[in-house]
């Protein structure tokens, strides 16, 4: 008896360490005011200032093809940490956010935070504390 309850405490055990759910949560950014439902949505998600201001070595970047003027995007399953997203429609598809001849974007974009101006944030603006699944607005500026 004593042995059975030894190996259903350790498969136990096994089981949780095996389970990802047990170590990461589901982040979601929930993108909105998507003007035209045409072309694709980045989402691309750091997890240090560096990185964030110069759109470099994301822990994470998901391309979906825009099909409502709300969407989804699931960025996995993430250990707990501090993280902040930056989104962009790519409305021509042509892989890249465009700018005008003035330098202002001419497709719509957008980050974690509360930030309503078109400048971009910073990292501590953008940055959210994670450690259990849940979803964050983007709001998309132009």
């Known amino acids: 008896m004593k042995n059975t309850k ?3 405490a350790l498969t136990t055990l096994l089981t949780s360490l095996a389970s990802p759910s047990i170590f990461a949560e589901e982040l979601v950014a929930v993108i909105t005011n998507i003007k035209e439902v045409k072309g694709s949505l980045y ?3 750091y997890n240090n200032e560096a990185n964030f201001q110069r759109n470099e070595n994301p822990v994470t ?3 979906v093809n825009v099909d409502a003027t709300t969407m989804n995007v699931s960025l996995g399953d993430l250990p707990s940490g501090e993280y902040a997203l930056k989104a962009y429609h790519d409305e021509n598809d042509n ?3 465009d700018f005008s001849n003035t330098g202002a974007p001419s497709e719509s974009f957008g980050s974690s935070g509360s930030s309503k101006e078109l400048a ?3 990292y501590n603006e953008a ?4 450690s259990k699944s849940q979803k964050v607005n983007i709001n998309l500026l132009r």
Do not use: Q, Y
């Not at 940055?127 to 994670?130: D, W």
């Open 95 to 97: 892989g890249r956010l």
């Open 127 to 130: 940055k959210i504390a994670f």
């Open 61 to 63: 970047r998901k391309k």
């Open 6 to 8: 030894h190996l259903v």
């Open 120 to 122: 971009p944030p910073t």
């Open 43 to 45: 989402v691309s998600l």
